[in-house]
């Protein structure tokens, strides 16, 4: 298990600043469309009892909120230590899928957020503090393995897993279980709304580990994780000089950002869950992460200036089997979004 302090050594020294040139790039994971795709999705496939809280409580469709965890990475904290929302001149195009949270009241609501959710553990990039809701986002479970466990190397109290049940919990009416501070449903809507989205691209749960030859290791034999050769959920590899995260974040292009036929049909098809509703974040995260392991299955590794590169076998072949991947991952993510909260309002 990756305590806090190892995840802070995540993105140490040279990789840090690797880590801050690569940063906007990755930061929108699946990139604001795919979390527009999943939200629109669910937003189809919800009861209509779901559909009436989701309107009253949150007051945006879930294609709308599907970003929102995303754009409350804009907020930083000051000196003084206060927190406040701060957009970047070089990126304007970060804001595009943001506007709609910036009235005063939920620009208020993403400050306070942030806030709420800096301290519980510590995520360093650069020697600066991150703040923990930045780790909520991932799990490094190595694709040796065959199954989500807690007891894992990269996985921890405060990841990907952790946080769905949190939001799970609070739209439940329980309190928001440590270390998470999620103070009312509407922003546990916001949260489970994009992380259904992230639990569902291979990189932010499977992870490759390697030795400085670029051999893959095993974490959960050695029980070290050397922070040298540490591939960062793929962002320090680069295919084809293009950042391997982000070759995964970007959706098919014909997809839009919007449910397509197509993709409602394939999410129709999602089987249905069964069991306790708390394991279900578990259980999806075991079934991406076999996808995971799948799709690193025939890559080759080797050090480069950039760090890492990756190859395959078949380059193009690679790149097709995404594709595929992509949208069957996408139409997952909505199916079981609106299944989780068809779950709670039935
Ligand atoms: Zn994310």
Redesign the pocket.
């Known amino acids: 298990m990756l305590s806090s302090i190892s995840t802070a050594r995540r993105y140490f020294g040279l990789l840090a600043l690797l880590w801050t040139a690569l940063h906007p790039i990755s930061s929108?994971?699946?990139g604001y469309k795919g979390?527009r795709v999943v939200g629109s999705i669910a937003d189809q496939l919800l009861t209509d009892n779901a559909k009436q809280h989701v309107a009253q409580i949150l007051g945006f469709d879930l294609k709308t909120a599907g970003p929102w965890?995303?754009c409350v990475k804009a907020v930083m904290r000051k000196a003084d230590g206060t927190f406040s929302y701060t957009t970047d001149p070089n990126h304007p195009e970060y804001e595009v899928p943001c506007t709609s949270f910036r009235t005063p009241d939920e620009q208020q609501r993403m400050e306070d957020y942030v806030a709420r959710n800096w301290m519980q553990c510590s995520y360093m990039t650069s020697g600066v503090e991150r703040g923990c809701h930045n780790t909520?986002?991932?799990d490094d479970v190595a694709v040796q393995r065959d199954r989500f466990d807690r007891n894992y190397q990269g996985t921890n109290d405060h990841d990907l897993v952790a946080a769905m049940n949190a939001a799970i919990a609070v739209l439940l009416g329980r309190p928001s279980p440590r270390p998470f501070a999620i103070k009312d449903k509407k922003e546990a809507l916001f949260v489970l709304s994009?992380?259904v989205?992230?639990l569902h691209q291979p990189l932010?749960i499977g992870a490759v580990y390697l030795d400085s030859a670029g051999r893959v290791v095993d974490p959960d034999v050695t029980h070290t994780v050397d922070p040298a050769t540490e591939t960062a959920g793929g962002n320090l590899i680069t295919d084809d000089r293009k950042n391997f995260h982000g070759e995964w974040d970007a959706i098919p292009g014909d997809l839009g950002e919007a449910a397509t036929p197509e993709l409602l049909t394939t999410a129709r098809g999602v089987p249905a869950d069964h069991g306790r509703l708390e394991n279900w974040p578990a259980n999806w995260a075991t079934d991406t992460l076999l996808i995971a392991q799948e799709m690193f299955s025939s890559a080759s590794y080797a050090p480069s200036g950039s760090k890492w590169t990756i190859t395959f076998p078949d380059r193009d072949a690679y790149l097709r089997q995404a594709d595929g991947v992509k949208r069957r991952q996408l139409a997952k993510a909505g199916a079981r979004l609106a299944e989780v909260l068809n779950a709670i309002w039935p």
């Open positions: 929108f994971a699946w979390h965890l995303d909520y986002h991932f994009h992380l989205g992230d932010h």
